[in-house]
């Protein structure tokens, strides 16, 4: 595989990469959220990670913080905002790479 097409693909799976947390949180896709647990179905994105996560002098800070609505909407805001501007500009770039390699191969005649 040409060094090219590998970072075509690679740009494409990175894009993905950011948008499958946003998914999970949302809908509960089962690898790190499960259905019940899912935004839609109630549960709250940030519980989880700042409830049992944080040690250190902010401690209490981080673990008012969790559940709360408003830092519930701007975690998956800030999810769901890497997506559009990563996954777009890593398919168009990662698809043209793959579209030039294609493009520049030299032509050979049968004659």
Known sequence: MKRENF??????????????PFLDKLIGLGFTTSPKNAWLNGGS????FLSNA???PLELFYKTLAGSTVVDWLFMLGLLSQSPFVLP???VHGLSGLWETEKNKPVTSSA
């Open 54 to 56: 944080t040690k250190g």
């Open 7 to 20: 970072l075509g693909i690679l740009r494409i799976f990175m894009g993905w990469i950011f948008l499958w």
């Open 45 to 48: 994105p940030t519980t989880g």
């Open 89 to 91: 500009c890593t398919l």
